[in-house]
Structure formats: C-alpha cells, structure tokens
C-alpha cells in the first residue's frame, strides 16, 4: 500500500477522505476556470501527474514552465522548483500546493554559507566556477555561473565549463562524484546528499538481483557511490524512461530513485515490471520502505485543488530572482 512507502511527515494532519475521481475533476474544472496550467514532477503521485498539464524531471519542467501560456502555474513539486517556474515567469502567479514541501538537498547548501565558501576559496587565490545542481534555492542560484540537472549536468561540464577553471559543484556530493568519474573534471564537492537516494540498501538490492534473475537494475547518479558501482544504467529519470522504453522484450528493472517513479516508466513501458528498490534506516539499520520522499508527498489531490481555490500559497518575486533567472536561464534554456 501506498502508505507503506512513506517517511514520517510531521504536523500533517489527516483530512476528511475524498474521492479521487471527483478531486480530479473538480481540479480540471478550475485549470479552466482559473486560467491555470498544472505542472507535476515524476516523483509526486500517479493521480496528480494525471491531471498536470505538463510532467518531467527538472529540466523538462524547466522548460515547460518557460512557454506555458495561462495566467496561473501550479507547481505540483518541491519548493525550488516552483521558485523556478516563478522566476521564468515573472508576471504570472505561481502557487505551489504545499509551502513546506522542501528538499534536503537545498537545506543543505545555504546561501550564506555558499557565499562564504567562494569567498573563501577566492582568498585562497582558486580560480573557479561554481555549478549548482538545480535542487538550490533561488538564493544560491544567483551565486552560481551553471545550473545543471541530472540531464545535463554532464554536458555542461564537458562543453560549457572553461577548461582552466576549477569547479565547485554543490550541494550533491554523490551527483559531483558521479561526474568526475564520467568527465575526468576535479571538482571541489559540497557535502550535501538527498535523504532518499541516501537510504537505499545495497545489500538489499544485491539480495533482489540474485533473487530475480535476469533483472536490470537502473539507478539516479543521486545515489552513493556503493549503489551507482552494481547499477546497469546510471542516469537521471528522464534517461531512465527513455532507457526502459527502448528494451522492448519484458524485463524486471529494480528501480534505485523514489518510488513514484515507477508510475511514468510503467506508462512509457508496459511491457516491464518495475520493483523499487528498498531503503535502510540508518538510525537502526532496519530495512524500510522509504523510498519515498516526504517532501514530494506533501502534494496531493485535495492541496492542488485547494490552491487553485483560494489561490495560494503563492511564490512571491525575490530581489534575486533576477540574478537567479540569468543563470537559469543560460543553462537550462540555451
């Protein structure tokens, strides 16, 4: 059952049950009515990515948030990318169902802190670029001079980075570490990891490919390395699709990035059976099933369809917004 996929979220309080198919609804009968567009990243349910407009990873999303057209953008995602699409999209109003939805890898490379380490590094006399994964807030963005997703991010640094400059990737040091590895670039690592592709179990995983022969196991350059060193395919969920859609003869993949997931590569390729990989506790070191981010799963039906109600909780424009958008805007859109 779903529930069973979920880390703890705090403060959430259980609502009065309402029927999917009548949320779903009512939300296509306010996309018109509040002349609103909905974008849904692959890591939020099956059901919302149903009634989005538009769904992806980071980079297409990027993209698509860049030509929609309606007045109104719902952001079913996480916090930085609905600061994102707000800042792609100055004159339009862009709410995001849940403020608190946030993400432990932006959390972990604060802007003053950021902002602190160049100067540092500057003093040092290092002669540097800084690349952010896009999984930043907006703030450090417009400290940055690359943002890349896990789509791009490698032919950012091979083509786009100057050669003689050093590079300071942040925050994800496994993502940093995948690229060294596939471009041969050193990098200064920022120490900051998602709490999901973390957990995962790589004794885990090693007991389900021996016991489902045949299996292919695919994995998000999020992960650490100990799991990314057993995967078939490394490769960020765009690729992962496009890479399970390709196969055409029936596989069992084992799937190393959140669970939701699973939902897009089902619909690209029905001919495959997707298991997700399991996670380990590392407070007890128990197995779990936490693959599932507890951020992303603040969005649901019912708060997508509160938003477009009432019109909030909306992103409002920040004084670096302006800095942040150049930047994006030359890495992402060009």
């Known amino acids: ?46 059901e919302i990515q149903d009634v989005a407009d538009f769904t ?14 309606t007045s109104t953008i719902v952001f079913s995602g996480v916090h930085f990318m609905a600061e994102t699409a707000k800042m792609l999209n100055p004159s339009k109003t862009v709410l995001l169902p849940d403020l608190q939805a946030g993400c432990s890898l932006s959390d972990s490379c604060p802007a003053d802190q950021l902002a602190a380490y160049q100067k540092k590094l500057r003093e040092e006399g290092r002669d540097f670029q800084t690349v952010a994964y896009i999984n930043t807030s907006a703030a450090v963005k417009s400290l940055c001079d690359w943002i890349v997703t896990s789509g791009n991010a490698r032919e950012v640094v091979e083509e786009r980075v100057p050669k003689d400059k ?5 925050p994800d040091q496994h993502l940093g570490r995948y690229l060294v590895e596939v471009t041969g670039r050193e990098m200064i690592l920022w120490p900051g990891s998602c709490m999901v592709h973390e957990v995962f179990s790589l004794q885990d995983l090693i007991r389900a490919k021996k016991s489902t022969p ?9 992960c650490p390395q100990n799991i990314l060193e057993v995967a078939d395919f490394i490769g960020g969920t765009e690729r992962m699709k496009q890479y399970c859609a390709s196969i055409q003869e029936p ?12 939902y897009p590569l089902e619909n690209a390729a029905p001919q495959h059976e997707f298991i997700p990989v399991p996670g380990i506790m590392t407070d ?8 599932r981010c507890p ?18 909780p909306e992103i409002e424009w920040q004084p670096y917004f ?6 994006v805007t030359r890495s992402l859109l060009q």
């Open 56 to 69: 992806g990873d980071s980079l297409q999303l990027a993209r698509d948030a860049a030509r929609v057209e």
């Open 295 to 312: 951020h992303m799963a603040r969005n649901t039906l019912a708060k997508v369809r509160d938003c477009l109600k009432r019109g909030k």
């Open 251 to 262: 596989t069992k993949f084992l799937v190393a990035t959140e669970a939701n997931m699973i």
């Open 322 to 327: 302006d800095k942040a958008r150049e930047v």
């Open 214 to 222: 045949g299996s292919v196991v695919i994995a998000h350059p999020e």
């Open 1 to 46: 059952m779903r529930d069973n996929n979920l880390m703890p979220i705090v403060d959430e309080p259980v609502g009065i049950y309402e029927d999917p198919l009548d949320l779903m609804d009512e939300i296509d009968r306010l996309k018109k009515a509040k002349d609103a567009t909905i974008l849904a990243h692959y890591y939020v349910d099956g």
């Open 284 to 291: 007890t070191g128990e197995t779990c099933a936490c693959n």
């Open 166 to 170: 050093e590079i300071l990737f942040v």
